[in-house]
């Protein structure tokens, strides 16, 4: 889809993004406190590039999940995926998942697709800014530069039931005064842009 965005309009909207400060874990009213959770991938590190096979240039799954032992009291999980890089006035939601029991530690590949109404053991894959269900892929506008991806895990106190196929608003409302620790692995991924690799500093176009 953004794809399509021609090199010159991507890179005159370079200028124009959400921002960082607009992302679910900064919100204050959510009320965050100084407990983390470490939140990984074995696909990528923290603030590396995305594999493009977790994006729209490739099979557009989504990435495998991984993160540490939770605080005690913790009652479930809930995920959210944001683009604060999006030339848009709010961060573009990837991916909500609500409901991931307290005992799980990971998300497998492609683990975050349509499931309805959800398996019925309280997890349910919500809504993303296209208002699908399931993973949405990264996307970027060529030429617009760096877009970093905010994967965010939030350990939740108790983890109220909501409606079908939820959206990054209901969610957020519903987390305040449940967050016990969060969690925040940031993928990168661009398209038209100069980037390094190998390690003779040569360069080529992502």
Do not use: C
Not at 107 to 114: N, S
Not at 138 to 158: I, M, N, S, V
């Amino acid at each position: 889809m953004l794809q399509h965005v021609p090199h010159w309009l991507g890179h005159l909207l370079r200028g124009l993004r959400a921002g960082a400060d607009k992302l679910l874990i900064v919100q204050p009213r959510l009320e965050i406190g100084d407990t983390s959770l470490h939140l990984t991938s074995p696909a990528f590190a923290d603030g590396a590039r995305l594999p493009p096979r977790f994006t729209a240039d490739g099979e557009g799954v989504s990435p495998p999940l991984t993160w540490t032992d939770p605080p005690a009291g913790t009652a479930g999980f809930a995920l959210v995926v944001e683009d604060a890089d999006a030339p848009a006035p709010a961060p573009l939601v990837h991916a909500v998942v609500w409901g991931l029991p307290a005992e799980e530690r990971r998300l497998a590949e492609g683990a975050v697709q349509r499931d309805g109404a959800g398996p019925g053991d309280g997890r349910d894959v919500g809504r993303n800014s296209f208002l699908g269900e399931g993973w949405l892929p990264p996307d970027p506008p060529t030429g617009h530069g760096e877009h970093a991806y905010a994967f965010q895990l939030f350990a939740l106190r108790d983890v109220p039931a909501l409606g079908p196929n939820p959206g990054r608003a209901e969610v957020g409302d519903a987390m305040r005064g449940r967050v016990l620790a969060a969690g925040l692995l940031i993928g990168t991924y661009s398209r038209g842009e100069e980037r390094m690799v190998g390690s003779a500093g040569m360069t080529a176009l992502a």
